[in-house]
């Protein structure tokens, strides 16, 4: 699922039941925080339960990040686990999902590539399989996570990019990261594109588009004010950008997700909650519905 769902509506407040009713609906997709042992390399995990609602006009975008997901077709047997490497290209996807998936979205300094028949994988797909057949609570589906999550961390992995250290700039700047991780723009150059298969410049890029993404679907401001934040020379670059790593321009993109079609609400992060959940969009037509 993309960063497509994001809305700038927030509330600091979310309960346990709260979270029990989201799981009820019959469609819907949320993002939850990793555990705070595991917050330097997990960029969140996300929950897509979906009837073909959410994901009936379906695009993948190009990623700066590792995905490892649990995938569990209605009129599939088992379920299929897939790790993705960070993607160059845009896509659209076929026939819209029905079922639900589970996956993780590591962090670009992760340095992990674990195989789809590791045995800490297959344990999960196996529990993720009987808790969706069951009716699964965001808690099951987070505790099966966690304790999957902590055993591939236990696993020996190659040295990282940049030693742990946030690759991220504000403005996309090669010279400004290799400063920041303490790293020569050669050594940078090198371990970026053997971790993610492209130059630290495109790198950066596909991390700046990944920050557009979340503030066009916002809609707070108008195109060039977002272009100015996010560094880019002007609109017109935001767009060509845009394009290249989504396949659609920021308008149009825009345009397709503020059609009244679904409820999205953004959550602040708050240290005191005791859920982790970040943001959660569900159909507005199934707002009543059980799955």
């Known amino acids: ?10 509330r600091t407040a979310w309960s346990a039941e709260d979270n029990e009713q989201v799981f009820a609906l019959a469609s819907f997709y949320a993002e939850f925080a990793p555990r705070d042992d595991q917050a330097d390399c997990v960029d969140s995990i996300y929950i897509l339960k979906d009837r073909g609602r959410l994901t009936e006009s379906r695009m993948s975008f190009a990623s700066p990040l590792k995905e490892l997901t649990f995938v569990f077709r ?7 686990v897939v790790f993705s490497e960070p993607s160059l290209d845009h896509r ?25 028949d590791d045995p800490a994988i297959v344990a999960c797909r196996d529990a993720l399989a009987r808790l969706v057949r069951e009716g699964p609570s965001c808690f099951d589906i987070l505790d099966t996570m966690d304790r999957t999550l902590l055993a591939l961390s236990r696993q020996p992995r190659h040295g ?30 090198r371990r970026v594109r053997t971790s993610t298969g492209c130059p630290p410049k495109r790198f950066l890029a596909m991390q700046r588009f990944r920050r557009s993404v979340y503030e066009i679907a916002a809609g707070g401001d108008d ?8 560094g880019f020379s002007d609109q017109a670059h935001l767009t060509r950008e845009f394009r290249r790593h989504a396949g659609v321009t920021p308008g149009a993109f825009r345009q397709a997700w503020c059609r009244p079609r679904a409820q999205a609400v953004r959550f602040l992060q708050d240290a005191g909650r005791s859920t982790r959940l970040m943001m959660a969009v569900w159909p507005l037509e199934t707002t009543t519905e059980a799955g």
């Open 92 to 116: 659209r996807k076929g026939r819209a999902f029905v079922g639900w998936i589970v996956g993780v979205k590591f962090k670009p300094n992760w340095s992990g590539s674990p195989s789809v």
């Open 160 to 189: 990282s990019i940049a030693g742990g250290a946030p690759l991220d700039t504000p403005h996309g700047r090669v010279r400004d990261l290799a400063h920041r991780v303490g790293r020569s723009v050669r050594t940078l150059q």
């Open 74 to 80: 209605e009129d599939g047997p088992g379920g299929r």
């Open 223 to 230: 195109l060039s004010a977002i272009a100015s934040d996010l």
């Open 1 to 10: 699922m993309s960063a497509k769902d994001l809305h700038p509506r927030a």
